[in-house]
């Protein structure tokens, strides 16, 4: 088994444990409502109690579930990463030139993962506002905004700005979906550089 598959099978192992926290914390809250609907035939004191266990467990159960994704947004990464050698390492050899171009070809404008975060944050079509306003889930999460379109948002199909529709993008340009590519950095490497 490859590197690349093992961490695939890690991936899909956590999607699978945050599938599940999901659904433990979906029926302990159906539970808590259930328990607060009910509340005039149970003794209020012991309702109490039961209310604060589950509110502690949803909770503790929160928590694992964010750290889970956590872990599964560093997996995202090293897979991602891993995907980033293994083309490397099976990419022809580039014959050098007499007279290099003045700038990188538009491929190698932003083949990190840092310096796609910051093309995009230097782009004006990343508005980090803008996206933690429409995604409150990302904000709760904590994770640089810029680094969640790149990893998760353009995949899920959220816009990086009032500016940039990434379905619309994609649908001019179906052979990212394929390649994988993050349609915003795609774009900016395409754009004429600045001279």
Avoid at 9 to 23: A, G, I, R
Avoid at 117 to 122: D, R, S
Avoid at 133 to 158: C, I, T, W
């Amino acid at each position: 088994m490859s590197i690349l598959e093992q961490f695939f099978e890690e991936y899909q192992q956590l999607k699978t444990l945050v599938s599940e926290f999901e659904k433990t914390n979906q029926e302990l809250q159906t539970e808590l409502d259930n328990a607060l609907t009910s509340k005039s035939e149970f003794n209020l004191t012991a309702l109490q109690e039961r209310l604060s266990e589950l509110e502690q467990e949803n909770q503790s159960l929160k928590q694992e579930l964010a750290e889970q994704k956590n872990l599964l947004a560093e997996k995202d990464k090293e897979i991602a990463l891993l995907k980033s050698k293994l083309t490397a390492t099976t990419q022809p050899p580039v014959a050098k030139t007499e007279n290099p171009p003045s700038s990188p070809p538009a491929e190698s404008r932003a083949s990190s993962s840092s310096e796609a975060i910051n093309l995009m944050e230097n782009s004006g079509l990343f508005d980090k506002n803008w996206y933690l306003q429409h995604y409150p889930d990302v904000a709760k999460s904590g994770m640089n905004p810029a680094e969640h379109y790149l990893l998760f948002g353009a995949a899920e199909m959220r816009n990086p700005s009032a500016n940039f529709n990434t379905a619309a993008y994609l649908r001019q340009h179906p052979e990212l979906l394929r390649s994988k590519l993050n349609p915003l950095v795609h774009y900016l490497n395409q754009r004429p550089q600045k001279v």
